[in-house]
């Protein structure tokens, strides 16, 4: 089979695509015939040599990728035989190994993938899916909420945008560039604003007319997130799920809450991440919270993909799927 492979730290040059020997699933593991893996901002991070707490160091050589969707093709000792043959979707978790045609994955970690939904928005779910319920758990939507989106056209971005519009609030969608914002607006949002021009907190005032933002999803943080900030009213939040930057923002009145989402509290929600999980899957096969999985690229360009991530020209879930399936 073929796989990313990755030796050094570095930038996207150092993924390099390789022909490996066949996984071989051990005690409780089965092995998927991958048709997709999820690619994350974290996974661009990690493979330059982000660390902290949570992230150690990788062990090179590696695998990365954290998310994949395919079919059971063969199963582990302790293995319930029902689960071959079936289509399912894993988040392998810091184990990794998703860029890849085949993937080893804890059966206990194995959701069945709903009939009729692709690969590509299971896999979508199963990692971002899971982000974006955990962030909605921490922080209900109201009907008479006015709400930022920043990022409004990325993977997390569009979710919220879809659970804010559910929800009854007025959504504002910030992305960049004039197709993000066209795909902000596809996605629900009510105003949605280009937030690489100069000004434009000013024409979110205007469109506005008056009201006063009373929540901010911000996965980007810096000036964008300083800005959004200003357009809070009094008793206001902005919630954090990442950034994009390291310009500093300045957060300094208690009058307006300020939060970061994403760590241990997600862990803390009964039944775990599993059931962001769950809820994910669910939502994407009913219809009310759909991943954009549009941006694929081939498993042997993970490297394009990283590139294009990194540099924001992306859209929606950013998706690998194996060369030969495409």
């Known amino acids: 089979m073929h796989a990313i492979r990755q030796y050094e730290l570095g930038g996207p040059e150092v993924l390099r695509y390789e022909e490996v020997p066949d996984l071989v699933p051990g005690e409780g593991q089965v092995r998927i015939a991958v048709s997709a893996s999820g690619v994350h901002v974290l996974d661009t991070a990690l493979r330059a040599g982000f660390t902290s707490a949570v992230h150690q160091p990788l062990q090179l050589p590696m695998t990365p990728g954290r998310e994949v969707a395919g079919r059971v093709d063969a199963i582990g000792p302790g ?3 029902a689960w071959s043959g079936k289509r399912v979707v894993a988040h392998l978790g810091m184990a990794s190994g998703g860029y890849a045609e085949q993937a080893l994955a804890a059966a206990e970690s194995l959701h069945e993938i709903p009939d009729g939904m692709p690969c590509a928005v299971a896999v979508a779910s199963i990692g971002t899916g899971r982000t974006a319920a955990g962030i ?3 922080s209900p939507i109201r009907p008479d909420d006015v709400v930022i989106v920043t990022s409004a056209a990325g993977g997390l971005g569009v979710l919220l945008v ?6 009854g609030a007025l959504v504002v969608g910030l992305a960049g560039g004039e197709d993000k914002v066209a795909i ?3 996605q629900g949002a009510d105003i949605a604003v280009d937030y690489r021009i100069d000004g434009w907190d000013d024409v979110v005032r205007r469109e506005l007319g008056g009201d006063w933002v009373t929540l901010v999803l911000d996965g980007v943080g810096g000036k964008t997130a300083d800005a959004a900030y200003g357009l809070l009213a009094t008793g206001g939040r902005l919630m954090q799920y990442g950034w994009f930057t390291d310009e500093p923002a300045t957060y300094d009145d208690p009058t307006r809450t300020v939060r970061m989402l994403l760590g ?3 862990l803390a929600r009964p039944g775990g991440l599993r059931s962001l999980e769950a809820e994910a899957l669910a939502r994407a096969a009913d219809g009310s ?3 954009l999985a549009d941006a694929a690229f081939a498993l042997s360009d993970a490297a394009g993909a990283h590139r294009a991530l990194e540099g924001r020209h992306t859209y929606g879930k ?3 799927i194996p060369d030969a399936l495409r």
Do not use: C, I, S
């Open 318 to 320: 950013v998706v690998l």
């Open 289 to 291: 919270r759909v991943p």
């Open 264 to 266: 241990p509290q997600m």
């Open 184 to 186: 902000a607006r596809a």
């Open 136 to 138: 909605l758990d921490q």
């Open 162 to 167: 879809q659970a804010a519009k559910e929800a």
């Open 79 to 81: 293995v319930d035989g």
